[in-house]
C-alpha cells in the first residue's frame, strides 16, 4: 500500500547539471519528507517539509510542496557523482494521525554521468 | 553509539530455519519501525512501536513473523520457518518522538534464504 510514487523511475545525468525528480500522493499529509540510499546502505534523511511550507532548501537540495496537486518535488543543484543513489519520497500513512506508519514510494534511481 | 545499529549485518538460512534481526535505536528516541527492501524497490513497512507498544503490526506479512520491544528499546524481529520469499534486506528506524518527524535508519540486515 503505497502513499508516494516518485518520477521518473530512474534518471541519469552529466555532473554539473540539475536533477529533479516528483513524488506524488493520495491522501492529505502534515508532512513529507525525502531520503536517499547509496547502494547497500540505509536510508539517510534528507529533508521534511511541512504541509504549510511551500519550499525549503538545505545547501544544494530544493524541495517544494504542493498541497492542492499532493506533489512534491526535490531538486538538487550542481550535481555530483556522490549524488549517485536512490531517493525516495515518505508520507505520514494516516495523515494527520500521531500514530500514522511513514510510506516510502519505489523511489527514484539518480546516476551522475562523469 | 550514535545511530541505529542492527545485527547481524547479513544472515543466510535454510529454508525451514528460524532467524532473529535485532535493532538497537537511538537512545531516547520513542517510535521505531521495521521494514523490509526488496531488490530495487521501496522500503515496505511491517510494524510500528510507541515505546514497548507495538501500534501497528498491518504489514507483517504473515503469522511467521513476530516482533517485540520490551523494553521500549532495543527490538527484535523474529521470523519463524523462513521461506525464500523471506528474502530482503530488513530495515530498523527510530524517530525522537511520533511517526511524523525525521527517522533514523540502521545499515540493515540483509536476509538470504536458501
Known amino acids: 500500500s503505497q502513499q508516494g510514487e516518485e518520477d521518473p523511475q530512474a534518471l541519469s545525468i552529466q555532473e554539473g547539471e540539475n536533477a529533479t525528480m516528483n513524488c506524488s500522493y493520495k491522501?492529505?499529509?502534515?508532512?513529507l519528507q525525502w531520503y536517499r540510499q547509496n547502494s547497500g546502505r540505509g536510508l539517510v534523511h534528507l529533508i521534511l517539509?511541512?504541509?504549510?511550507?511551500r519550499e525549503k532548501h538545505s545547501g544544494r537540495l530544493r524541495v517544494t510542496l504542493d498541497t492542492s496537486k499532493k506533489s512534491s518535488s526535490l531538486l538538487i543543484t550542481a550535481s555530483r557523482a556522490a549524488d549517485t543513489a536512490s531517493y525516495f519520497c515518505a508520507t505520514p500513512s494516516a495523515g494527520y494521525s500521531s500514530a500514522s506508519k511513514i510510506i516510502f514510494g519505489s523511489g527514484t534511481r539518480l546516476s551522475i554521468r562523469p | 553509539g550514535a545511530g541505529v545499529s542492527q545485527s547481524p549485518r547479513y544472515k543466510v538460512a535454510k529454508r525451514g530455519q528460524d532467524v532473529a534481526l535485532r535493532c538497537d535505536p537511538i537512545?531516547?528516541?520513542?517510535?521505531l519501525f521495521w521494514y523490509q527492501q526488496a531488490l530495487g524497490q521501496g522500503p515496505e513497512f511491517l510494524t510500528y512501536?510507541?515505546?514497548?507498544?507495538?501500534?501497528?503490526k498491518s504489514g507483517l506479512p504473515s503469522d511467521r513473523f513476530f516482533a517485540e520491544r520490551p523494553e521500549g528499546s532495543v527490538s527484535t524481529l523474529k521470523i519463524q520457518r523462513t521461506q525464500q520469499e523471506d528474502s530482503a534486506v530488513y530495515l530498523c528506524?527510530?524517530?525522537?518522538?511520533?511517526?511524523?518527524?525525521?527517522?533514523?535508519f540502521g545499515q540493515g540486515t540483509r536476509l538470504t534464504v536458501v
Open positions: 537512545s531516547g528516541h520513542v517510535s
Open positions: 528506524a527510530s524517530s525522537l518522538d511520533r511517526a511524523n518527524t525525521e527517522a533514523f
Open positions: 517539509i511541512r504541509s504549510n511550507e
Open positions: 512501536f510507541q515505546n514497548e507498544a507495538q501500534l501497528d
Open positions: 491522501t492529505s499529509i502534515n508532512n
